[in-house]
């Protein structure tokens, strides 16, 4: 996006990538669908960047969600509103558009070098790079940062550059999972029968220690270690940052979300005769399969004996989760550049002429397009900060 905008101003750019390809995560994003933005009220989109939303807000005022779709049809690829507000490609793919992005942006004159690793720069402020043909040194008037976080490293951002910037002076908040799964320490019976079963059409409740309550509704995967998935996502962040600070953070399901506790606690009291606990959960409240193996784990047996207490924790099963997956498996990264080593063009204060973008910023929001949506935003809003500073340090001409 810094690329497009400087160009499209006479620059002359140069992007440089470590990997044998530019964009391999936005190509892995395109496996999920590739859900760009979010159709929601603005007030509510920006509310998704938290602690943040007032400089995220800036940059989503030149380049938000209806611009994101226009810029995406303009290069061929129509976009659509899913049922729930999210938007995405109409064939829910990334390559065709990065691929007449690609070709958009080389006819405008701008160069592509990957298997260029930067690392630093040298005595002169001249970038290095390592490459096949060894060590390389560019010159530049206005440089973009756009490394990315820490997560799924092995398709390109591997978080290598906080290092670098730190040593520069420059405030780094350590990179933490975002939109990441949680361990939970399953039985055995549990991880060998259910690993991998979703969790379907169920609301979630999770009081902060701060005392806030938050509430969703969706699904999720059971995995070997514990969870995953869009559910577990939407309260990450939280869950994380209380898992912090007091070393667990206990999540409640919903199991039954269509039914009032009252109906269920009458439908459970009906005597249960020779009925296995079993049938009688599946006949009188449809729980089964990887649900009740859920009561199992999670609720002690007396309880789930006693008709009131098993409507109870039907309603409100207790899950407690003990830590984050690794960052390398979260879909995104918390930290990274810290906003008050920035100037208002997201330029690096300790180091000028040097502009950062994307995640690699220390920012973080759900999934739900909010990702990409503020990625592209701030590249564009770096490449204006670039124009804006080469203008400034441009001597007027008598
Ligand atoms: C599985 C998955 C699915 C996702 N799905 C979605 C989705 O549907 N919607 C959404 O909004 N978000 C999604 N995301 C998140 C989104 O893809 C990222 O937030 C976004 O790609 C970040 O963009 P970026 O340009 O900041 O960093 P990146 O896309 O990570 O790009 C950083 C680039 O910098 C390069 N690089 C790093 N270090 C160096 C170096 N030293 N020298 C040279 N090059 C270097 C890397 O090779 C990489 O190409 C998904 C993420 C994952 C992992």
Redo the contacts with the bound molecule.
């Keep these: 996006m810094a690329a497009e905008v400087l160009s499209a101003a006479g620059m002359r750019v140069d992007v440089?990538?470590?990997?044998p390809s530019?964009?391999?995560?936005?190509l892995?994003?395109g496996?999920?669908?590739?859900?760009?933005t979010h159709s929601e009220a603005p007030d509510r989109f920006l509310s998704r960047y938290g602690a943040r939303r007032r400089e995220i807000g800036a940059w989503l005022e030149e380049f938000g969600p209806p611009q994101l779709r226009a810029w995406a049809q303009g290069l061929g690829v129509e976009t659509f509103v899913g049922s729930s507000g999210r938007v995405f490609p109409q064939q829910m793919k990334a390559a065709p558009l990065l691929r007449a992005w690609l070709h958009r942006l080389r006819a405008a004159g701008v160069v592509f070098h990957v298997r260029?690793?930067?690392?630093g720069w040298d005595a002169d402020g001249m970038l290095r790079?390592t490459t096949p043909a060894g060590e390389l040194r560019v010159g530049a008037d206005g440089t973009v940062l756009?490394?990315?976080?820490g997560?799924?490293a092995r398709?390109?951002?591997?978080g290598?550059?906080l290092k670098l910037l730190t040593a520069r002076g420059v405030s780094v908040q350590p990179l933490r999972p975002a939109n990441c799964g949680f361990n939970v320490g399953w039985s055995e019976h549990l991880r060998q029968r259910f690993a991998g079963e979703p969790v379907k059409t169920i609301s979630a409740a999770f009081v902060a220690p701060d005392g806030s309550l938050i509430k969703h509704e969706g699904e999720f995967l059971i995995t070997a270690q514990g969870v995953e998935g869009s559910l577990i996502y939407a309260f990450s962040a939280a869950l994380r940052d209380a898992i912090e600070a007091t070393g667990s953070a206990t999540l409640h399901l919903d199991l039954a979300p269509g039914r009032k506790l009252q109906r269920l606690t009458d439908d459970l009291s009906h005597p249960r005769g020779r009925d296995s606990l079993s049938n009688h959960l599946r006949r009188r409240a449809g729980i089964d399969g990887v649900k009740a193996a859920l009561l199992h784990e999670c609720v002690a047996a007396d309880d789930l004996a006693t008709p009131a207490r098993l409507a109870a924790s039907i309603k409100s099963l207790p899950l407690r989760l003990v830590s984050p997956r690794p960052l390398d498996e979260a879909?995104?990264s918390a930290g990274g550049v810290d906003f008050a080593a920035l100037d208002k063009n997201l330029m690096l204060q300790a180091l000028p002429g040097i502009f950062c973008?994307?995640?690699?910023l220390d920012w973080e929001a759900p999934?739900g397009?909010?990702?990409?949506?503020a990625?592209f935003a701030s590249?564009r809003a770096a490449a204006r900060g670039v124009l804006r500073w080469l203008k400034a340090a441009t001597p007027a001409t008598p």
């Design positions: 440089f990538d470590a990997m530019v964009a391999r995560k936005f892995q994003a496996r999920g669908g590739l859900n760009l260029h690793r930067w690392v790079f756009a490394l990315g976080g997560s799924w398709l390109g951002s591997d290598a550059w879909i995104s973008a994307g995640e690699m999934t397009g909010y990702l990409l949506t990625c590249g």
